[in-house]
């Protein structure tokens, strides 16, 4: 006969024991799970922290190049205001020459044929002469124009550039990409 101790405890069966000791184990692998997780949400935390900075960094310089832009879009402007009050001045000043002329030529003058055709001459001459040197006038003008859209161009070039450097070195968003395309299409 098997006698019982005095203390009446009761001893923990093997099946128990074999259970707190699995428990036991799953907590430590859990415990170790979480350790090396801990790892890759690091590294992830890092990835998003880089990804958030590419995106401030983008952002703020597309808002640089669109106030620089605004300000080179206002001084051409006022460039064309400038070329074109100039222009409104000369045909004034033409239509009045014009309109006076008339009125202050008015002489008598008996003129042979040979003299009337010279002085025919001289005014188609002075004519062409006018005609030519509005027409290097506008050239000069649509030059000026050709040469700044080249200048607006090429900033805008650069710029995209810069952005889509930006956008492939540390940010996959799709907002980056819609504002790329957006501005891209600006330029066409």
Do not use: C
Not at 100 to 119: C, E, G, M, R, Y
Not at 142 to 153: G, I, L, P, T
Request: charged residues 30%.
């Amino acid at each position: 006969m098997i006698k019982r101790s005095k203390n009446r405890e009761e001893k923990p069966d093997f099946d128990d024991i074999v259970n707190d000791i699995e428990l036991e184990v799953e907590t430590q692998q859990v415990e170790h799970d979480i350790a090396n997780r801990l790892l890759e949400l690091k590294q992830l935390s890092s990835a998003i922290d880089k990804a958030t900075t590419a995106v401030i960094n983008t952002k703020l310089t597309l808002e640089s190049a669109i106030r620089q832009t605004n300000r080179e879009e206002g001084k051409l402007g006022e460039a064309v205001l400038k070329i074109s009050n100039k222009v409104d001045s000369i045909n004034q000043h033409m239509d009045k020459v014009m309109g006076n002329a008339p009125t202050k030529l008015k002489v008598s003058v008996n003129v042979n044929d040979a003299d009337w055709q010279k002085i025919q001459e001289l005014f188609a001459k002075e004519r062409q002469w006018m005609t030519s040197q509005m027409q290097m006038h506008i050239r000069e003008v649509n030059s000026m124009f050709a040469d700044e859209r080249k200048k607006v161009r090429e900033r805008y070039r650069n710029m995209m550039a810069a952005i889509s450097v930006t956008m492939h070195s540390g940010s996959s968003g799709s907002s980056l990409r819609l504002v790329f395309f957006w501005l891209q299409e600006g330029l066409e």
